[in-house]
């Protein structure tokens, strides 16, 4: 029996032209970048050229990529880096973002910022968040869970005024936008300067290539305190000995995932109309929660009335169907999704919701034995 892998939110497989980039950094070229003998200098230069690739897709300069061990390790680069540089400064986060976000502003003086029952921020609220203590504003890009596209944009353009009217009052307390694209960078362009932020993460794990691995943008002028330190390498911001092979995947697997993000993107639209579709004609009760015109073209989140989200998972896995219920770094945790929470669901409703990730390997076939399986548990 075939195994359905529908969890491509939670992590992808390394793709043959990532792994083929990453080969021969292993055991071939495997010399510390830092060292100064001619070998060890043309490894450097394949990390150099990782780094050039990588800003030129974002379209940003190349000291302004800073190299970290993974999109959880990034997000805390960017939150600790700014708040510890200010002392008894203010955060907002909203209120659906990862756990690695979420976690780390609740060690500051942070307030959440509200979502509407569609899972989009709510612009009016944010400005009355913004204290004259703020210094940074968390939103990501598009959300792991059920999928919705924020409206960046509009959050910087709050952040321009507010800037704006600081420098006229003599308030010299800066103001930073920061944001996890982890999720987004598969399905939509990611460029800071159109976006306006400051800092924004890209990692890996979620589009084919090496776990661990993710970059830190952050805008010329931004400083940061660093977290991990006992050397000068990334500007002096991330110390360690540079993991090359993991970068030269990071930069493949951007390449790799820009070249074909038009054409799978609208593959995954099919496929995902045709999986609503389906379960619609069978289970017409369920409930898809998000945006419907804001979204991820691969994710479906849908809640079942007066099931039980793990019961089917596990159910699912049986028949070699393998989906989420939320986050797969909090899957561990008994308590609802802080994420539907926001939404206003109720934890009822919260825990009988599953979520469905699709991704390249993904068919018609599959889609059509999932929505079979999932009718024939629920009957």
Not at 157 to 165: L, N, T
Not at 297 to 321: F, K, V
Request: net charge negative; aromatic share 6%; hydrophobic share 40%.
């Amino acid at each position: 029996m075939k195994k359905i892998f529908l969890d491509y939110a939670s992590t992808t497989p390394v793709s043959p032209f990532v792994r083929a980039a990453m080969e021969p950094y292993f055991s071939e070229e495997f010399y510390n970048p830092s060292a100064l003998y001619l070998a060890a200098k043309e490894t450097k230069k394949a990390l150099d050229a990782a780094r050039a690739e990588i800003a030129a897709l974002l379209g940003v300069r190349s000291t302004e990529i800073v190299f970290a061990a993974g999109t959880t390790e990034a997000n805390n680069l960017a939150i600790r880096g700014i708040m510890e540089l200010h002392k008894d400064a203010h955060c907002i986060v909203s209120a659906i973002e990862h756990d690695s976000v979420i976690f780390t502003a609740g060690l500051y003086d942070h307030d959440l910022l509200p979502v509407n029952e569609h899972g989009i921020v709510q612009i009016d609220a944010l400005k009355a968040l913004i204290t004259d203590k703020t210094v940074l504003i968390s939103c990501m890009l598009a959300n792991n869970e059920i999928g919705t596209i924020q409206p960046l944009r509009e959050l910087s353009k709050i952040v321009e005024v507010v800037r704006a009217d600081r420098l006229k009052q003599g308030n010299k307390t800066p103001l930073y936008l920061h944001t996890d694209a982890a999720q987004a960078f598969n399905y939509t362009q990611v460029l800071p300067h159109t976006l306006g932020v400051d800092l924004l993460v890209v990692g890996g794990s979620k589009i084919y290539g090496p776990k661990q691995s993710a970059i830190l943008y952050v805008r010329t002028g931004v400083k940061l305190a660093p977290q991990v330190t006992g050397g000068g390498q990334e500007w002096g911001v991330r110390a360690g000995t540079e993991n090359v092979p993991s970068i030269v995947g990071l930069a493949a697997a951007m390449q790799e995932t820009a070249a074909l993000r038009d054409s799978e993107s609208a593959r995954l639209y099919v496929l995902v109309n045709l999986f609503v579709g389906e379960l619609g004609k069978k289970l017409p009760q369920f409930q898809r929660n998000g945006s419907m015109q804001h979204r991820l073209p691969n994710n479906i989140h849908i809640t079942l009335p007066g099931t039980d989200n793990e019961t089917l998972i596990m159910q699912l896995d049986e028949a070699g169907i393998m989906a989420a219920a939320g986050s797969a770094c909090s899957a561990s945790n008994d308590e609802p999704s802080h994420v539907l929470r926001a939404l206003g669901l109720s934890d009822e409703d919260a825990q009988s919701s599953l979520r469905f990730t699709m991704g390249r390997s993904t068919t018609e076939e599959d889609i059509l034995r999932t929505v079979k399986v999932l009718t024939d548990l629920l009957k």
